[in-house]
């Protein structure tokens, strides 16, 4: 079975630090990958996404992600947090066609 | 991107007896998923909600205590039925859009307390 690892489970930064959470998976066929975030309260939103193509992913607030196929790796990445990034992270990879599974996800707390 | 609502967005229950949470899409979505979010932990797929057919339950998850409806494409229940103090939980109604390699979108999920 699939299954998602997040080794980082609480994270503390303060303002303006650069910020890399980890991500990895087990499954050896074609995966899409998620970042998802869920802000305090608030629903989950997806972060960024990849699908295929070009394996260094861009997505909203200034996140990014790269892909490593060949260490099943998918980390999340932004170069200098702000104090509204303080949220919930959660890595998902879903094989075309099956369910999602979600990482344990990573508490972000970003201090000003 | 899709809007879901759920209805009631927390409860507090006792021991014993059953609640049931909506789900309602703004559009018709084939993929409709229940999630469970337990205080600290990820997310865990209780079931996918199928129209028109049973749902398909995941491993430790069955339908005398979770039953579900899905009447349309655009709606569907979970009832979590004789509630214990470990069903305490947030259950979280998604969707995908895109076919099989779509985006998943989430409900803003019931917060159930269970004394």
């Known amino acids: 079975a699939q299954s998602v690892s997040q080794h980082n489970h609480h994270v503390i930064l303060s303002e303006a630090a650069s910020l890399e959470l980890g991500c990895n998976y087990s499954?050896?066929?074609?995966?899409?990958l998620f970042w998802y975030v869920q802000y305090p309260g608030q629903h989950l939103q997806l972060l960024l996404k990849?699908?295929?193509?070009?394996?260094l992913v861009k997505g909203i607030k200034g996140f990014e992600a790269e892909f490593i196929k060949s260490k099943f790796s998918f980390n999340l990445r932004k170069p200098s947090v702000q104090w509204s990034d303080t949220a919930e992270y959660f890595c998902?990879?879903?094989?075309?066609?099956?369910?999602?599974?979600f990482g344990t996800g990573t508490s972000l707390t970003v201090i000003p | 991107s899709a809007v879901i609502s759920q209805k009631p967005s927390r409860d507090i229950c006792q021991r014993g007896t059953s609640l049931t949470i909506q789900c309602q899409v703004d559009?018709?979505?084939?993929?409709m998923f229940w999630y469970r979010q337990q205080p600290g932990q990820s997310l865990t797929l209780i079931a996918t909600a199928n129209q028109g057919s049973e749902a398909t339950y995941e491993s430790g998850f069955v339908i005398d205590k979770f039953p579900i409806s899905r009447p349309n494409l655009t709606f569907s229940t979970l009832t979590v039925s004789n509630m214990s103090p470990e069903d305490s939980s947030i259950y979280l109604c998604s969707v995908v859009r895109g076919g099989q390699s779509g985006e998943q979108f989430f409900g803003p999920g019931t917060r159930l307390t269970v004394l």
């Open positions: 990849y699908f295929s193509g070009d394996p």
């Open positions: 559009s018709q979505v084939t993929m």
């Open positions: 998902a990879v879903n094989a075309p066609g099956n369910q999602f599974y």
């Open positions: 499954y050896g066929g074609t995966v899409n």
